[in-house]
């Protein structure tokens, strides 16, 4: 079947480093992403993994595992507006059908 | 450039009714995604076109349809709503099925 699991809420601190992790069983993989959604707000792109290894773009890195099925999403120097949430999603086989996970709020504070 | 937009961005349907909602993608960009989003269900697949043709569907009920047109804007509709159709709908576009997507400010619907 297709499932992607990732923890529901997470809380952190400013200036703070968090990592948020996901887990994937679906049909096929053709690469994972990962989104950013602020409340109110349509989700904007972070990330794209298609092989083995780590990611970085400024304070965000992304890294993936396809034999685990796991992938995390690493945010350094917690800003308050980092606070959204981190939407998984991988693209199945063929490429023409995106899962998304249920999605990870995240909270910073203070 | 311009991003992706739909049309509307709130609807207020009661059960029974249909409803059609509008999205316009990035210009250049042949591939349009449809997604529902709920806050208990995240977003949920519905379909994804290129070039006209539908390439995949979700898990949703046949009362869910879409087209694209030769511009590449896109249109789904909702035939015999239902109250748990209300939901965020997102249309996002990309330049073709693999690369990301940009997501368009979506259309609230509310069915009473």
């Known amino acids: 079947g297709q499932n992607i699991d990732q923890p529901t809420e997470m809380t952190a601190t400013e200036g703070a480093i968090v990592q948020i992790n996901c887990t994937y069983q679906?049909?096929?993989?053709?690469?994972l992403f990962w989104y950013q959604q602020h409340a109110g707000e349509a989700p904007t792109f972070l990330s794209y993994?298609?092989?083995?290894g780590l990611e970085e773009k400024g304070r965000f890195s992304s890294f993936l595992s396809r034999s685990k099925g796991y992938s995390y999403l690493l945010l350094k120097e917690l800003q308050m507006k980092d606070s959204a949430s981190y939407l998984c999603?991988?693209?199945?086989?063929?490429?023409?059908?995106?899962?998304f996970g249920a999605g990870t709020r995240l909270f910073v504070k203070a | 450039k311009a991003g992706v937009t739909q049309t509307p961005r709130y609807l207020i349907k009661t059960r029974g009714q249909q409803v059609t909602l509008s999205c316009s993608p990035i210009?250049?960009?042949?591939?349009v995604s449809w997604y529902q989003q709920t806050p208990g269900q995240g977003l949920q697949f519905l379909f994804e076109?290129?070039?006209?043709?539908?390439?995949n569907k979700g898990n949703f009920p046949g009362r869910f349809s879409g087209r694209q047109f030769s511009n590449s804007r896109s249109e789904m509709n909702v035939s015999t709503l239902e109250l748990g159709d209300s939901a965020l709908y997102l249309c996002?576009?990309?330049?073709?099925?693999?690369?990301?997507?940009?997501f368009g400010p979506g259309t609230r619907l509310t069915v009473l």
């Open positions: 996002a576009s990309s330049f073709d099925a693999t690369n990301e997507q940009f």
């Open positions: 679906t049909s096929g993989f053709n690469g």
């Open positions: 993994n298609v092989l083995d």
């Open positions: 999603a991988v693209r199945e086989t063929g490429g023409f059908k995106t899962i």
């Open positions: 210009s250049g960009h042949r591939s």
């Open positions: 076109y290129f070039s006209e043709t539908q390439r």
